[in-house]
């Protein structure tokens, strides 16, 4: 799992992008109040299990 942090994912926002897109697992310093900017489910797995983008 990569770990990608705040500044990554603003100034990379096409690599973010890719990463998402490919279905990986992304973990993010600050995670509940990214998960909500990016309206990800909150599905109450642990921070490893995160839902997957299909």
Known sequence: MMNIDVVDRISRPAFYAEH?????PVRIK???????????????KPAGEKQRFE
Do not use: C, I, T
């Open 20 to 24: 998402v897109k490919k279905g990986k």
């Open 30 to 44: 600050g995670m509940m109040k990214e998960r909500q900017a990016l309206n990800w489910p909150d599905d109450g």
